[in-house]
């Protein structure tokens, strides 16, 4: 089955403690990003990759960090937690140049007291 | 950079009549991609629609159809015969052609209601 698998659902952590949240998608797609959702803000786009050892800021980074070593896997880095970073995270690929919409994992929120 | 609005947080439908989620954006471009996602609570975030900028034919998905303006950049949907598990929060996203596709922009998101 084509899909975005990522993890974990849920997530509940300390200011400070180092966090993945890993993604993966079986469908060969060259564009992978992340994505925080906030009440009233929508998705905003964290970091996004165009191919393998390719990544660029989105419109929040801050805080952030990515890594796409293989076109499958982009896991999302909080080296240093802060609860202003409390959110729902989407993870979503899609192939590059075509009217390909977003296909989204499941989401992961994270709790940072 | 582009902007993707709605204008209507919340709204409601009685179940079986229609509605319609507004959504405006600003670009410069002339060709792009909008979607229409929809949140049930089950916070997954499904494709509902997708319209090309530069098909003037509006898209249309069962019972899902869309109002596309390009000149307006409007690209409004509209729910018919609306059912329970339509409830569920809808964004409008915009896809920029520019540096081969990577933006997707979306909207604050429309939280829908259906009443029994």
């Known amino acids: 089955e084509a899909q975005v698998t990522q993890n974990p659902r849920y997530l509940i952590t300390v200011t400070g403690k180092k966090l993945t949240v890993t993604c993966s998608q079986n469908?060969?797609?060259?564009?992978m990003s992340w994505y925080r959702q906030d009440p009233g803000l929508g998705l905003r786009q964290i970091y996004y990759?165009?191919?393998?050892?390719?990544?660029d800021k989105g419109d929040v980074p801050e805080g952030y960090k990515v890594s796409r070593k293989e076109k499958r896997n982009f896991p999302l880095i909080l080296e240093s937690p802060s609860p202003n970073q409390t959110s729902l995270y989407f993870c979503?690929?899609?192939?590059?140049?075509?009217?390909?919409?977003?296909?989204f994992g499941n989401g992961t929120r994270l709790t940072v007291t | 950079a582009q902007t993707v609005t709605q204008s209507q947080p919340e709204m409601s439908v009685q179940e079986a009549e229609t509605v319609t989620l507004s959504c405006t954006y600003d670009?410069?471009?002339?060709?792009?991609?909008l979607f229409w996602y929809k949140q049930p609570p089950s916070r997954q975030m499904i494709l509902v629609i997708r319209?090309?900028?530069?098909?003037?034919q509006n898209a249309t998905e069962n019972r899902f159809s869309v109002n596309f303006q390009k000149a307006a950049k409007s690209f409004s949907l509209k729910i018919s015969d609306s059912q329970l598990g339509d409830a569920a929060m809808y964004f409008c996203?915009?896809?920029?052609?520019?540096?081969?596709?990577?933006?997707?922009?979306f909207g604050p998101g429309t939280r829908l209601s259906v009443l029994p």
């Open positions: 979503a690929s899609s192939l590059r140049r075509t009217v390909s919409p977003l296909h």
């Open positions: 469908m060969n797609h060259e564009y």
């Open positions: 990759s165009m191919n393998v050892e390719v990544t």
């Open positions: 670009t410069s471009e002339s060709d792009y991609y």
């Open positions: 319209q090309e900028a530069y098909k003037q």
């Open positions: 996203a915009y896809r920029s052609l520019d540096n081969y596709g990577q933006n997707f922009v």
